[in-house]
């Protein structure tokens, strides 16, 4: 079957951020910019992830996604903060086609069940945050930051028995950092996950990539850095807030990363199907 | 074609309204909602969305009475596209957490899609979520400019099995595992697949549909 690639685009304040380890972002630019670049080269799914889950942020991301929905005709999920039905509902309205949900869930699993009464399995995807401690492998919330003390197959198994469609697992450890997909940690995942799972945190030489694919049988991936730093321009935006330091001083010869085009031709030539 | 028709997008309550608004939009066209059969506008063509369980749909349908007007639109043959659960619904019943009876305008049901081979053997992960290719199965207008190398996007753990064969235009494989991924008939076009959420392609399948009203 056709794996998927698909972009997460963190938003802070409007801006698209990037941090590593889910922590220190660094502002990159306007999120519309790139998800338009992303879908003119074949992105197959976008996710706007909301870091800040205020009330602020979230009309801030309802604009962004209006703003998106007019030009990218591919499926688009939002995540962050989504806590009640009348929030899935808005955005569903504006131009969302899948729901993503995490904090809320762990507060309450039957909050995915209702969801999947309305919506059915295959809109709601869960996405799960993890760190080993102390040889535990452990469920986080809030960005990275809270600890739940949950284990993560134990929660794996609860989220499916709400059926959810979809679960997007996040190695924090990994996230940010371009060194590769921790496939041991995504072949246990896989084992225990029947429905669609997606691989995020840690995306940067292709090789692992496809590796990720081969070994550990995973959906998709989710890919931020190494997409966002290819596409990337160099801009003096005054309206964006907080640290420019990076955006400011970026030149266009430092380009890194790759296009999502080279890497779905990589993957291709290596035995893995994608749309192309 | 009509000098800018008008086109009614049934709201399920659960649908993702917008994109397909946004897609229709793309042409010369005047895009309504429909959110209840008291909605006494003069449309010239009907687009019922996907997304959405099977039950949940059907009771949100008719509570605003929505059902009766879907089959009043289509018993006066108006051109109609139906996406996902939106195509789910026009069959006799289906299975989707529980058994739940559907519009009947076409004999058939909706089952899952199954997740093991004949072997008992695990195949394939449920739902399906992501890109696919379709294989013709008649000759459809509404598929002018699209060939078999064009890719579409699903998002389902359900599927159709009409009982009259001859309405389906397309099917597409999962791992093995072949379905019917669209219906047509004279007025009526309903995929399976997303076509708001298949890039270029897809807008071709609603540039057809609009040409065709």
């Known amino acids: ?276 | 074609m009509k000098n800018k028709p008008i086109i009614g997008i049934v709201d399920t309550e659960t649908s993702n309204i917008k994109s397909v608004f946004h897609a229709l939009s793309l042409y010369d066209v005047e895009v309504k909602y429909i959110s209840s059969s008291k909605n006494y506008e003069k449309i010239d063509a009907m687009v019922v969305p996907g997304i959405g369980n099977f039950g949940y749909v059907m009771s949100k349908l008719k509570q605003n009475n929505l059902d009766n007007y879907i089959i009043e639109k289509l018993s006066k043959k108006m051109p109609s596209l139906f996406i996902c659960v939106g195509m789910q619904i026009l069959f006799s019943k289906s299975y989707e957490f529980g058994e739940h009876k559907g519009l009947n305008i076409f004999e058939g049901e909706v089952n899952k899609i199954s997740e093991t081979d004949l072997d008992g053997k695990k195949a394939r992960n449920v739902p399906f979520i992501g890109w696919n290719k379709i294989k013709f199965t008649k000759n459809c207008n509404y598929f002018e400019d699209l060939d078999i190398n064009n890719f579409f996007y699903f998002t389902h753990s359900y599927y159709v099995q009409p009982k009259d064969k001859r309405i389906i235009s397309s099917t597409s494989d999962y791992n093995d595992f072949e379905y019917c991924s669209s219906i047509s008939s004279n007025n009526i076009l309903a995929t399976q697949f997303h076509p708001e959420k298949s890039g270029e392609s897809g807008l071709k399948i609603y540039k057809n549909f609009i040409k065709k009203i």
């Open chain 1, 1 to 276: 079957m056709y794996k998927r690639i698909i972009s997460k685009l963190d938003i802070k304040n409007g801006i698209l951020v990037k941090g590593i380890s889910l922590e220190g972002v660094r502002n990159l630019g306007d999120p519309n910019y790139f998800s338009k670049k992303y879908y003119d080269d074949l992105i197959d799914e976008i996710h706007f992830h909301n870091i800040i889950a205020s009330l602020y942020d979230s009309n801030i991301v309802f604009e962004i996604v209006q703003k998106n929905s007019k030009k990218v005709f591919v499926n688009v999920s939002v995540g962050g903060g989504i806590q009640n039905v009348e929030h899935a509902d808005k955005l569903l309205r504006i131009g969302v086609d899948k729901i993503v949900v995490n904090s809320a869930a762990v507060k309450n699993p039957n909050f995915l069940k209702k969801l999947v009464d309305i919506y059915g399995s295959s809109t709601i995807s869960v996405n799960i945050e993890t760190a080993a401690i102390k040889g535990k492998q452990l469920v986080f919330v809030e960005t990275g930051r809270v600890n739940t003390g949950k284990d993560l197959f134990d929660w794996i198994e609860t989220v499916q028995s709400c059926n959810v469609g979809e679960i997007i697992v996040t190695d924090i450890f990994s996230e940010g950092k371009n060194k590769g997909f921790n496939i041991d940690l995504f072949q246990k995942v896989r084992e225990k996950t029947d429905v669609q799972l997606v691989a995020h945190g840690g995306a940067g030489p292709k090789e692992n990539i496809a590796d990720l694919f081969k070994k550990c049988e995973v959906d998709a991936v989710s890919i931020a850095s190494m997409f966002h730093y290819y596409y990337l321009e160099p801009t003096k935006p005054s309206n964006l807030k907080g640290s420019n330091y990076f955006l400011h001083n970026f030149n266009k010869n430092q380009k890194q990363g790759m296009s999502i085009i080279e890497l779905k031709k990589f993957l291709k030539s290596s035995g893995i199907n994608v749309r192309l």
